[in-house]
């Protein structure tokens, strides 16, 4: 080792594996409950391998960059550089190549990444973030949600968070959010997500007016703009009293600080797994700076290195959960758990993984049993750099 890898290989590894009653929303691209359907799903991870023979790995891969050049040959350690150049070519493989990055620094330095930012959390606050509303059986109806809602909060979660069904009138969902309010309001923090389904501006005034009733700790992407208007979210503000999470589907840092500047979210959205803990990082620091929090977005590793490292982060998000299926995650780490029992009742809290890099070591017994595809995509030896 000579405390400056560089980076020489990019291999790709597909795995696929079959999920059980889960298939695609009649009414959008969400995975759902859909009982007897099967559904075969791949996902991919990301090694990058460095000429000491350090290897940073990532899981899911949400993109790949155009190009290797500027990665390739490079040291590992340039992540401001590398993170500047993805950025200005697009942001395509923004997240899966600077996550890479950081497993390596916290292998060269053998530390966690939240302890090398400087981050002492060891347990992270958790909260549930259901699937969205089902057809038939449990979360198809507002009480079934208010029945799991109360299970979460014997379980020890601190937080509820209603991903709906798209499609839904809005009076049902207006009494979604009471069923769930009257069930366990004031007993644990609630949110709700209707993930940008609502076609008008009034339905997302309607379901604040609702949240508002039961004090929902927040509302978040409620309406078809995609989460981005400056001027329909500062609007909003001013007529619900519920605090908005805005900016899961804005670009990268600078809109989401631009989405802050504009008034138009109450909570930051960061999102480590879509763009990299580098600029998650510059982005709790923003909302850090400007008084405000930052809430990951999603499970994972690095969503739990990056809340770690921050003092202004609420919660955890157990994310895609539902009462029959409470483990939707391929289990591609030892030892680390994002089922519905991660969770400890005595805290609330899931743990943040403690091995250097991103925290955790691949199963790859699993991962090798459910193989579909291994190969090299870049490699310093073909001179492709
Ligand atoms: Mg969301």
């Not at 990055?101 to 002492?120: C, Y």
């Not at 809109?255 to 109450?266: M, P, Q, W, Y």
């Amino acid at each position: 080792m000579n405390g400056n890898p560089i980076v020489t290989k990019i291999e790709l590894i597909e795995f696929a594996w079959v999920a059980e009653n889960i298939g695609l929303s009649p009414f959008g691209h969400q995975p759902t409950y859909l009982p007897g359907a099967t559904w075969r799903r791949t996902r991919t991870i990301m090694r990058m391998h460095t000429d000491d023979g350090i290897v940073g790995e990532v899981s899911p891969v949400p993109s790949l960059p155009g190009s290797w050049r500027g990665i390739l040959g490079e040291s590992a350690l340039d992540r401001e550089r590398i993170y500047n150049r993805l950025k200005l070519a697009g942001s395509e493989g923004l997240g899966a190549v600077d996550n890479c990055l950081w497993d390596i620094a916290g292998k060269v330095l053998g530390l966690p990444a939240f302890r090398l930012l400087g981050g002492d959390r060891a347990r992270l606050p958790t909260h549930i973030s259901t699937m969205n509303g089902a057809l038939d059986g449990p979360l198809s109806t507002p009480e079934s949600f208010a029945d799991y809602a109360e299970e979460a909060l014997g379980m020890g979660y601190g937080g509820f968070k209603i991903h709906p069904w798209p499609g839904g009138s809005i009076r049902s969902h207006t009494a979604l959010v009471a069923a769930v309010g009257d069930r366990v309001g004031g007993r644990m923090d609630l949110m709700m997500d209707p993930f940008c389904s609502y076609p008008t501006f009034a339905d997302a005034l309607k379901v604040g007016w609702a949240c508002d009733d039961y004090r929902y700790l927040w509302l978040e992407d409620p309406y078809a703009d995609n989460g981005v208007s400056h001027f329909g979210h500062r609007k909003l503000r001013e007529l619900i009293k519920t605090p908005l999470l805005q900016g899961e589907k804005a670009k990268g840092l600078e809109e989401r600080v631009n989405l802050i500047i504009a008034g138009a979210t109450d909570l930051v959205r960061g999102d480590p797994i879509e763009w990299g803990l580098t600029s998650t990082m510059k982005l709790a620091h923003a909302a850090e700076g400007l008084g405000l929090d930052i809430e990951m977005h999603g499970v994972g590793p690095v969503c739990r290195q990056a809340m770690a490292a921050c003092r202004n982060s609420n919660y955890y998000e157990l994310s895609w959960v539902h009462p029959d299926l409470p483990a939707p995650h391929p289990p591609i780490f030892a030892e680390y758990d994002d089922t519905i029992w991660a969770v400890s009742k005595d805290d609330g809290c899931v743990p943040t993984p403690l091995l250097p890099g991103l925290g955790v070591r691949y199963d790859w017994d699993w991962i090798n049993a459910h193989l579909e595809s291994r190969r090299v995509v870049a490699d310093i030896a073909d001179g492709v750099h």
